[in-house]
């Protein structure tokens, strides 16, 4: 759960008058905010979901302040997304079971079988508790995993196909342009460099 509330991070950008309506208008700002907590089921009874919805309005009254209303108003609010994994990032993180079995394998080696049920019905890990306490799998993945599980080979549509908490944050993107012009000119660039190199 993150350690930022309402009360300590819904301040100004400038410390001051913050960022003038007119500069608002032609900025592109993209603003990750993670916080996790409650297994999925629970998550409407989320006290990390609350602190994030009073935190977006009071983000959102201080760009109406500067005179920023309407569609404006949406597509700036778009960029401050909510990464919100349930119960914690390890419901997405440990979804790369393949990765998982090998570094199972490497330490106690008692957990494949129960990765192996987990690929199966992905929408199980987002109601795990604690999925890294030694009574789940801290013999054998830690946080200190996370890197490797989130390599290449993810499956991230298989996780996104559960409908979840991957699912929902995902759906948020979605809803950015900025975002996805961003994604857009970065995957842009090296198809227009390789195409350039075979004419």
Not at 36 to 60: C, L, Q, T, Y
Not at 184 to 196: D, L, N, V
């Amino acid at each position: 759960m993150s350690d930022a509330t309402p009360e300590t991070t819904a301040q100004a950008p400038d410390g001051g008058n913050g960022i003038p309506g007119p500069r608002l208008r032609r900025l592109k700002i993209i603003v990750f905010f993670h916080y996790d907590d409650e297994a999925f089921s629970n998550r409407e009874g989320s006290v990390a979901r609350r602190h994030f919805a009073e935190f977006r309005w009071k983000i959102e009254q201080q760009i109406q302040a500067r005179g920023v209303e309407g569609d404006e108003l949406t597509r700036i609010m778009s960029g401050l997304i909510a990464i919100e994994p349930f119960y914690c990032i390890e419901a997405w993180t440990y979804q790369h079971t393949e990765i998982a079995k090998k570094i199972c394998a490497r330490g106690c080696g008692k957990h494949l079988d129960a990765f192996d049920a987990w690929a199966r019905d992905r929408s199980m890990f987002d109601e795990v508790t604690k999925p890294w306490d030694p009574a789940a799998l801290d013999g054998c993945l830690r946080k200190a995993h996370n890197v490797e599980l989130t390599g290449p080979g993810f499956p991230a549509e298989a996780v996104w196909g559960t409908e979840k908490s991957f699912y929902e944050t995902v759906d948020r993107m979605l809803t950015c342009p900025a975002l996805l012009d961003a994604l857009q000119r970065t995957y842009a660039a090296p198809a227009a460099q390789a195409a350039s190199k075979h004419p």
